[in-house]
């Protein structure tokens, strides 16, 4: 069923981004550390808001009815993907975050559609995408 057309378009903006998982903190301060992403909120062990441009990206720990004994080795299975527009140099952006040992591939672009893209994977097996920024004020 296609839904019609009624009214005036939808006003929306995205301004929060909630991922669940084990480990609160440690992927926090990857964030922190990886790309110097600010905590706007925080409840210890349970809850962490950081500010992405003008959208904020929260780790919301699991309910317990999911959490595992030993959360260092639990891997996320997800087709979900966090793109993180970047004005610094992608190459030394990449190279610095292999060099603090953050899994990253290589650097790929689609000319005509994207600038330079890279894939890299969070401690918890999230996978992320550092897209250079083609607008030099952002």
């Known amino acids: 069923m296609v839904a019609t ?3 005036d378009p939808m006003n929306a903006s995205l ?3 909630i991922l669940y998982v084990q480990d ?3 992927l926090s301060t990857f964030c922190q ?3 110097q992403l600010p905590v706007v909120e925080t409840i210890k ?3 962490a808001v950081l500010r992405v441009g003008v959208c904020e990206l929260a780790l919301h720990r699991v309910g317990k009815p999911y959490r595992v004994a030993d959360a260092s080795t639990w891997k996320v299975e997800t087709n979900a993907k966090m793109v993180i527009l970047v004005t610094r140099e992608l ?3 990449r190279a610095e975050l292999i060099r603090r040992g ?3 591939g290589r650097i790929k672009s689609y000319p005509g559609l994207t600038g330079p893209l890279c894939d890299g994977t969070d401690p918890k097996g999230n996978v992320f ?3 250079q920024s083609r607008d030099p004020s952002r």
């Open 102 to 104: 953050v899994p990253m």
């Open 5 to 7: 057309k009624t009214g």
């Open 33 to 35: 550390d990886a790309f």
């Open 24 to 26: 609160v903190e440690r």
């Open 129 to 131: 995408q550092l897209a």
């Open 91 to 93: 190459k030394e952006l």
């Open 15 to 17: 301004s929060r981004i």
């Open 45 to 47: 062990g349970e809850w």
